[in-house]
């Protein structure tokens, strides 16, 4: 066998171990992604009536609360960039980083101050490597978030915002996470979580802007507002990391799909490369042989003369 086609053979094997990879990983992240989709549809009842909640109250309270009031010159924001903890997801990162980056150069330009929230191992790498101070970070979960850790996320981000700006707090708090749209369309959004904007949150809960019901409350809405903020806070990062967790998913499929079809292409290549390297052993071996018959022959003819 020749050099050339030892290195075909090599080639080739090495890519075929690849494909198998990559296959094996298109097909866990198909699987993963259908159960991300279900725990998405099974958090959205929970999430609206929470929000129909939270605008029946807010409508009704006069009190100011960090759920609902805004400052008068907000000078401080916490921004939450949700990532994922591995890679090979194609721009599923870079593009919620980016987002998180825009977000952050937006708050500054309007003369805030930002702290910056960060779950998953991509996105802390990415600010750590650019020196960039961070409020809280949280790995290890991305895949498979529970409402545990949507607790444990909200805690300090609940904490700050029911702070003054003076003892560390902040006026608002903003949210970067990649929705689900389907399973070849993810997109990287930014939403503001605190404080409300009541139509806004009327418009997601399905509220009308004219026909609303009048509560009465009990002790008082500034009492049930204080309950409400962190079981809406909670669930509002719940559902984004279920939303992010399908995306990740999603794009981990679709991207091992691409390199699983780019390693067969590249067989087939070699493949063709392989044959016809062969073809040229053989034509040579063959042009030899009848080259040395050749001289053979003419050396038994002139040895009868």
């Known amino acids: 066998m020749g050099a050339q086609l030892r290195v075909y053979k090599r080639r ?5 171990a690849t494909k198998k990879i990559t296959k094996a990983m298109e097909m866990i992240a198909a699987s993963r992604v259908v159960k991300a989709q ?7 009842p929970y999430a609206t009536e929470l929000t129909r909640a939270v605008t029946a109250v807010a409508t009704g309270a006069n009190d100011k609360h960090p759920l609902t ?5 907000p000078t401080r924001a916490a921004v939450l960039l949700l990532s994922s903890d591995r890679g090979l997801a194609g721009a599923f990162n870079s593009n919620a980083i980016k987002a998180a980056e ?5 708050l500054e330009g309007e003369g805030k101050e930002t702290d910056v929230y960060v779950v998953g191992r991509r996105g802390i790498a990415h600010f750590n490597f650019r020196e960039r101070k961070l409020a809280g970070t ?17 805690e300090p981000l609940i904490e700050a915002i029911e702070k003054a700006t003076a ?3 902040v006026d608002e708090l903003h949210i970067v996470y990649t929705e689900f749209v389907s399973m070849m369309t993810q997109t990287a959004v930014e939403a503001r979580l605190l404080p409300l904007s009541l139509d806004e949150v009327a418009k997601e809960a399905g509220e009308s802007d004219t026909l609303r019901p009048l509560y009465d ?13 962190p079981r809406y806070v909670e669930s509002r990062i719940y559902n984004a990391l279920l939303q992010s967790s399908a995306s990740k998913h999603a794009a981990t499929r679709r991207a091992m799909k691409s390199a699983t079809d780019n390693a067969g292409d590249l067989i087939n290549n070699l493949s063709r490369l392989a044959n016809a390297a062969r073809q040229a052993e053989i034509t040579q071996e063959i042009s030899e042989i009848v ?13 009868d003369k």
């Open 12 to 16: 080739i094997k090495s890519v075929t």
């Open 38 to 44: 279900r725990k998405v549809q099974a958090s959205t």
């Open 69 to 73: 009031t805004e400052a008068e010159n």
């Open 102 to 106: 825009q977000l952050i150069k937006r």
């Open 138 to 154: 949280w790995a290890g979960f991305t895949d498979e978030p529970s409402y545990a850790d949507a607790k444990k996320v909200g």
């Open 167 to 169: 003892e560390g707090g």
């Open 217 to 229: 409350f009990e002790p008082s809405a500034e009492d049930v507002l204080d309950a409400l903020l």
């Open 291 to 303: 080259g040395g018959t050749a001289a053979l022959a003419d050396a038994t003819a002139g040895s």
